[in-house]
């Protein structure tokens, strides 16, 4: 088995076992503990996202010495074992708290991603790129359509095992490479070619732009199957989870059309203007997923889930452009830090909005963010070309 292979499998198990549960907290809660307050749930989204962000820098640091393969094969062992401890909780809290420590020890396997990246030249990081964005939106669909068959069967809790089980997969193949290839424990040091003082500008133009994109398209996460059921109250769990998944599909037919695309006949724009046409028309796709019509949400996520996967995939090229091989790592931390932070702020929004108004107002604070960044996008590009000509 190769490397990158092996990668590929480690990256798909962990984000299936990681987004068992992630469409139906709201359910969870409810016929586990009998808990149903939207405030509650949004905090204990928040709080995994937090234990997440500050755990990965932590991660970051301890694989500059610790090589990857040799941090994931003893954090995964660790995981596995919190993970059956939430499975036997009794309470919500005992479960909550077994829960973020499952997480500080999921996060290292975060590093998969810079770890590949560093692996390949420069100029083959779109198609990795876009290769691990589809990975991770086919890991959603798997996790939301086992999570919902679970759910089917009224035993939401074998979602536990099922990600202790995926851990312990991981350690095995994490073992198997560190066999085959004869990898030691520690890392080997890389040349940085440009030694760093401080944070670079760019980290924080791309964490100011996380902070937005991630906040307003995990604004409508949470309580997606919720406002789905609502409107088709006769669609069962594993229904609610395909239409979840619709825009991970989406990013498939993506990845094949950026793939296809040189031979295409269609007009090629600049990075920045992409990431404009993507960002309205993912404005459009939330605020149409609003409405009351079965088939309108379904297309809107159609055309919502093609320009979110533009959108994540060009911010991520960007700035790997712009870092070099030997921060990866810790600059990918840094960006991580500001998605997670957007997540906790949508996470306490939604649990309010929800509580307060209906599960249709997150979709509207969502297109507005996409919005508002296209519009911010729009006057810098603008702004800068004013500029150049005056300087001409």
Request: net charge positive.
């Amino acid at each position: 088995m190769s490397l990158r292979l092996a990668l590929i499998l480690l990256t798909v198990i962990s984000v299936v076992c990681d987004t068992l549960l992630l469409p139906f907290y709201p359910q969870f809660f409810a016929s586990e503990f009998s808990v149903s307050n939207p405030t509650l749930i949004g905090v204990f989204v928040a709080n995994c996202c937090i234990t997440v962000m500050l755990a990965l820098p932590l991660w970051a640091k301890v694989a500059k010495k610790y090589h990857e393969l040799a941090l994931w094969l003893v954090t995964q062992v660790i995981a596995a074992c919190f993970g059956l401890l939430c499975y036997f909780a009794t309470n919500v809290w005992e479960f909550w708290f077994y829960y973020q420590f499952m997480l500080v020890l999921k996060a290292s396997y975060l590093l998969i991603y810079p770890f590949a990246l560093r692996l390949e030249q420069q100029s083959k990081h779109l198609s990795i790129i876009g290769l691990f964005s589809v990975l991770m939106h086919f890991g959603a669909i798997g996790g939301a359509l086992v999570g919902g068959y679970f759910f089917s069967l009224n035993e939401p809790r074998y979602a536990l095992l099922l990600s202790a089980a995926g851990d312990v997969i991981q350690v095995l193949l994490c073992a198997y490479l560190m066999l085959s290839l004869k990898l030691g424990i520690y890392q080997h040091a890389i040349e940085s070619e440009k030694p760093r003082t401080r944070t670079p500008y760019f980290i924080w133009q791309f964490c100011f732009i996380s902070v937005v994109v991630y906040f307003s398209a995990f604004l409508i996460r949470p309580f997606f199957t919720t406002h789905w059921q609502g409107m088709s109250a006769q669609s069962s769990a594993f229904e609610s989870a395909l239409v979840y998944a619709i825009p991970a599909f989406s990013a498939l037919l993506m990845l094949l059309f950026n793939h296809f695309r040189q031979r295409l006949p269609v007009p090629t724009l600049s990075r920045t203007s992409t990431l404009l046409c993507a960002l309205i028309f993912g404005a459009i796709g939330l605020y149409l997923q609003a409405q009351e019509s079965v088939w309108l949400v379904v297309s809107s996520r159609i055309l919502y889930g093609i320009a979110l996967f533009q959108v994540m995939v060009l911010l991520e090229v960007m700035l790997f452009a712009k870092s070099e091989p030997a921060h990866y790592g810790s600059d990918f931390a840094k960006v991580h830090v500001a998605q997670n932070i957007g997540v906790i702020l949508a996470s306490l929004l939604v649990g309010m909005s929800v509580e307060y108004f209906n599960t249709t107002v997150p979709f509207y604070f969502a297109a507005i963010g996409f919005a508002s960044l296209g519009a911010i996008l729009l006057w810098r590009v603008k702004f800068v070309g004013r500029t150049a000509h005056t300087a001409t």
